[in-house]
Each structure stands twice: as C-alpha cells, then as structure tokens.
C-alpha cells in the first residue's frame, strides 16, 4: 500500500515578537502562507516496525534527525503502530531556509501515516501532535492556506486565504540557525512592528497592495546585522521592482510578491544572473 503527499513551503507574512517565555521560547504572533514549492512524500507499508527514509538530495538527514522520521516515531510510539514504512523524500524546498520545510515534511508524514496506518486522527488531534515536534509543525498540518500562528507557534487560526499573488522566492547561500536568532532578538531595536490587524484586514479585502505595505517581520534585524547581504538582496529586489519583500522566518530567504506578472519574470531573470537557488511561485 503507498500513499502520497504534497509538503508546501510557507513564507511569513508577518512575524511579531511579544515577549520571552519562561520556556525559552518566544510568544510570536505571525500570519503564515503557503506557496507552490512542493516537496512530493511517498509512504510505502513495511513489514516490521522499522522507519526508513530515502531522498534525492544528499544533504538532508535521513536517520532520527529527519523531521519526517520523528513525526513517524512518535505516531508509533504514542499509538502503539506495530507496522512500519518506508518514506521516498523528493526534496523541492530549499534547507535551512526559513520556508519551514523540514516543518512540513513532519506534517506531510502525520497525514500520510493516519491514512497508511489507519489512525482515524481528526486534523485537530494531528496540530497537537505536531507541536511535539516543531514550532512551525502545526501550520503545516493544515496542508495549505493562510493563518494566524500565536503561542510559540503552534496556536493556529485559519483565516480567509490571502488573494492569488505572484511570489519571487530568493535563497542566499548562507545557513541560519533559528535557535541563534531567537536568541539574538533584541526589541529595542526594532524600529517598526508588524500590524496584524491591519494585514488582516488587506486580507479580508483581498487588497493585494495593502498585503504588500503591511509586510513586517521583527526577525529582519538580527538576520541582516548577522549577515548584511539579506539586507542588501531585500534592496535589490525593491530596487528591480517588487511591489513587498520580506525575509521569510528567521531567513536567509527573501520573497517578494510582483502583482504583473510579466515584471515578475523580468525579475525572475534579473535575479537568476546572481543568484542560485531563485524561485517563481504562487500562494496557494
Ligand atoms: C522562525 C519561524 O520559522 C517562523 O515561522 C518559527 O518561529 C521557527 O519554527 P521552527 O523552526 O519550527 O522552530 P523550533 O524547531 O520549534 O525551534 C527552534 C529554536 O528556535 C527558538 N524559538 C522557536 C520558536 C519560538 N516561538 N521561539 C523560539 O525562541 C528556540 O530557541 C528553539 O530552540
Ligand atoms: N525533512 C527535512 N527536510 C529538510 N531538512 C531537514 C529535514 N529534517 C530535518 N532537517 C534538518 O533541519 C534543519 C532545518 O531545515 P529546514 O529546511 O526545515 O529549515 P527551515 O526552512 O529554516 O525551517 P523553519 O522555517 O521551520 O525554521 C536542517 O539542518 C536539516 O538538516
């Protein structure tokens, strides 16, 4: 038996920080988005327990550190599953990029295993797993569309999806650690703060020039200060005419949202003459 999913990329819309936690966590309030950046997940059934994990890229774990392999091991585990499976990972999303993809491969794993393994789990019950596993996990269950993330993360309120949009997707070649950044955020040094209302509100109204002047994300200022080159790409992108560009996450990657579409590929193309990994995609 073999069962597919899709695993969507997301970008952050918005990402405010109100507070340190006892936890060490950060209480965050973040409008979160899927894009069309797919990575393609089969589930094959196994014979025994095992967990097995296969992907065409090299550099992505394929032991215990997978993100996949914990969300398989912990549906095991917490229900007792005496079967097992082998998971073929086709990775589209680029790694360590702040598009949450190893997030949402471990969501793309909870969906695939309550069908393979016959778990009956209602999506709800699968966003309070995910939170087990990551902070970005529980979004990603949803599969797509826009939401509202609160707590560390893992408080998820869907709201209307935000318009069809163009989006130009720009990964530096530099790795960043979440954990670091966090850990380096500094309030006093934020200049502007994100306005969810008012990002909802563009929204609700489909204002796709609204959703642009309300892109915020309070992480920009650790990024760029560790690495002044996301900065510098941010300009260049506004600069070739994007009409919003944000870092996504804790970076490195930039987007920007292009609402023609025949700018979009004259950037597009602008872009790919510096740059490696650079990506034309849609919310969806
Ligand atoms: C930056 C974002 O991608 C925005 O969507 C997320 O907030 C990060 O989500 P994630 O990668 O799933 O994060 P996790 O794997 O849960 O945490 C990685 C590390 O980031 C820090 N972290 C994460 C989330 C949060 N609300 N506060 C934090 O301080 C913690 O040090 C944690 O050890
Ligand atoms: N399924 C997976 N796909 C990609 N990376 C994974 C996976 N599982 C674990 N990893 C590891 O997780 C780390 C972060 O990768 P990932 O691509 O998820 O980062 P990210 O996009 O910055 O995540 P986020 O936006 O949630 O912070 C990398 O060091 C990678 O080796």
Redesign the pocket.
Same mark, same amino acid.
């Given at each position: 038996m073999k069962i597919t999913e899709l695993a969507k990329a997301k970008i952050n819309l918005t990402l405010d920080i109100l507070g340190k936690r006892s936890d060490g966590y950060h209480e965050v309030e973040m409008m979160m988005q899927t894009v069309d950046l797919t990575d393609q997940m089969i589930f094959t059934l196994r014979q025994g327990t095992d967990i097995t994990i296969e992907c065409d890229v090299s550099y992505?774990?394929t032991d215990e550190?997978?993100?996949?392999y914990k969300a398989a091991k912990l549906l095991q585990d917490r229900f007792s599953v005496n079967k097992g499976v082998h998971i073929m990972?086709h990775k589209k999303?680029p790694?360590?990029?702040?598009?949450? =993809?190893?997030?949402s491969?471990a969501a793309a794993t909870l969906r695939g295993l309550n069908q393979l393994w016959e778990l009956n789990l209602t999506t709800e019950e699968m966003v309070e797993i995910a939170a087990e596993i =990551?902070s970005?996990v529980a979004f990603c269950v949803y599969g797509s569309g826009t939401a509202i993330a609160r707590g560390r993360g893992e408080i998820i309120e869907r709201i209307p999806k935000a318009p069809p949009m163009t989006i130009l997707l720009v990964k530096p070649q530099i790795s960043v650690s979440?954990a670091v950044v966090y850990q380096n955020y500094r309030s006093e040094l934020v200049k502007a703060r994100p306005n969810t209302k008012a990002m909802l509100e563009a929204i609700n109204e489909q204002d796709q020039k609204a959703i642009c002047d309300n892109l915020s994300n309070v992480l920009e200022t650790v990024t760029f200060s560790m690495h002044p080159e996301v900065q510098r790409l941010k300009q260049q992108m506004l600069s070739f005419g994007a009409d919003g560009v944000l870092m996504s996450?804790?970076g490195p990657t930039v987007y920007g949202i292009v609402l023609k579409e025949k700018r979009a590929t004259k950037i597009f193309n602008a872009l790919r003459g510096f740059c490696n990994e650079v990506f034309l995609v849609r919310t969806c």
């Open positions: 992505v774990p550190r997978n993100l996949a990972l999303i790694v360590s990029a702040g598009l949450a =993809g190893g997030s491969n =990551g970005d979440t996450g804790s």
